[in-house]
């Protein structure tokens, strides 16, 4: 079948590689399909594009992937609106964490022919195949449809248990040289970059996160070796952003990575989403010496009850703990902290701004932002259950504008003292940060014209 991926425009001078996109291409290749990708997010195209496109070229199917948020949420639905105006409409699926939760919602406001529920390398797969064969939807497990106006719902796809068996994501059909110039912390302004799933899932359970899949699946450290291999070899990749909710999944396994990467000569700086209570010093030693510049950690909160009651299993002392020893070998931590869940108080807040003001090493700037119970998360249901979102519809078209101002307020505070409380901790953060620029600028100054630094390169921008 002839198949057309869209890369959404997510408002990003240069835009993160759309990973899962790349999966499913890479899947939908390897069962013998045709595969295009619309790369929205690359020339900025208006929705009316692609209904030119689609009234233009015939294809059987469309897929549109897209995360949780506010403004993902706006943007299916303007292409969901481009997509039904075209003459040759496709078949029409959406996938990923924005529709899987709520999918009877989604199917009747975007008027999506399917949904795929959780991964979706086979069940896209099985899909085209029975779309091929006419072969009746009740067929395909993972997935959501309306039938005589009642959303069904088969049965769950079972997750792929040995995920070394995926195939790597179809680089080749995207342009890769836009996505390698994606900048994040501590990276050169030399060095191109790539995003790399080192494994699946999660073995913790916080209130806020929306995952759908349960457990943690790993790659083998050969994979992953033999990925970036490819990645340097054909695409002269040497930065790697390993981009799966926690590399730090344990020490062992940690420990395991980094000696492979050592073993393997692969000479790459990277950086990950990592664990405090794994961030012990032999294993950041190590991390260090295999290359990793950046560990992005999930703070949340330095308030102990609430740190329970949002059942982040970190406690603050193994918080502070972790960031002491991360910044003791010389890797930059990755600062999240957000507000406004279960119990927080105005003490809560000041308590992370307190620890941002004596820990962030300035690698980038960080502001905490409101918690927003996402559709699939606990935090969701509970706010049912309390009468403070009523349903999808309640939680996207009202509550949830931007992910800077509060959705639901789960606190003791009025909506107005939240914000105010927010301001007032943002511009403490942000005055900080630029401060320490100032700084940093002086002392290149003297360095450049008191000590006559001759390897100067020019205020410019990075």
Not at 29 to 55: C, F, M, R
Not at 101 to 113: M, Q, S, V
Not at 134 to 142: C, F, P, R, W
Not at 277 to 286: E, I, S
Request: charged share 25%.
């Amino acid at each position: 079948m002839r198949i057309l991926l869209v890369a959404y425009d997510n408002d990003s001078y240069i835009s993160w590689f759309p990973q899962g996109l790349a999966y499913i291409a890479s899947a939908c290749l390897k069962a013998g399909h045709e595969v295009n990708i619309y790369n929205q997010d690359v020339y900025h195209w208006p929705e009316s594009h692609l209904t030119d496109l689609l009234n233009k070229e015939r294809y059987d199917f469309i897929g549109v992937s897209a995360c949780g948020g506010y403004y993902q949420y706006r943007k299916v639905l303007k292409i969901s609106e481009a997509i039904n105006n075209s003459k040759y409409r496709p078949f029409y699926v959406l996938g990923g964490h924005l529709c899987a939760p709520e999918p009877d919602y989604f199917l009747r406001k975007t008027l999506a022919d399917a949904i795929v529920i959780g991964e979706g390398e086979i069940t896209v797969i099985n899909l085209l195949d029975a779309l091929e064969h006419k072969q009746s939807l009740h067929s395909v497990n993972g997935i959501a449809f309306l039938e005589n106006s009642q959303c069904i719902q088969t049965p769950r796809q079972a997750l792929i248990a040995d995920i070394d068996n995926i195939p790597f994501p179809a680089w080749d059909l995207f342009p890769i040289d836009h996505y390698a110039l994606l900048r994040v912390p501590n990276m050169k302004n030399s060095e191109r970059c790539m995003p790399v799933l080192s494994g699946r899932g999660c073995t913790f359970k916080c209130n806020f996160c929306y995952r759908l899949d349960q457990g943690f699946r790993g790659r083998s450290a050969d994979s992953i070796v033999d990925e970036i291999k490819i990645l340097k070899e054909k695409y002269a990749i040497s930065y790697i952003i390993f981009s799966d909710e926690l590399l730090m999944s344990s020490s062992p396994r940690t420990v395991e990575l980094c000696e492979s990467f050592i073993r393997n000569k692969l000479n790459i700086r990277w950086d990950c989403n990592g664990r405090l209570n794994y961030a012990k010093p032999d294993v950041l030693k190590l991390m260090k010496e295999a290359g990793c510049v950046f560990i992005n950690y999930g703070i949340e909160s330095m308030d102990e009850q609430a740190l329970r009651n949002m059942n982040k299993a970190l406690t603050v002392k193994q918080i502070i703990s972790g960031i002491e020893n991360t910044l003791a070998v010389g890797i930059s931590p990755g600062f999240n902290i957000i507000f406004g869940n279960i119990g927080e108080t105005a003490e809560s807040l000041r308590l992370g701004v307190e620890f941002l003001l004596k820990y962030d090493d300035h690698a980038q700037m960080r502001t905490i932002r409101p918690v927003t119970p996402y559709p699939g998360c606990p935090l969701y249901y509970y706010a049912i259950e309390k009468g403070l979102v009523k349903d999808c519809a309640d939680f996207y078209e009202h509550k949830h504008v931007n992910s800077d101002l509060q959705s639901v307020n789960f606190t003791n505070l009025s909506d107005d003292d939240f914000h105010r409380l927010l301001y007032e901790a943002n511009q403490k953060l942000i005055l900080n940060y630029y401060s320490a620029c100032i700084k940093n600028t002086d002392e290149v100054l003297h360095k450049l014209y008191i000590e006559k630094d001759r390897l100067f390169r020019g205020f410019r921008q990075s």
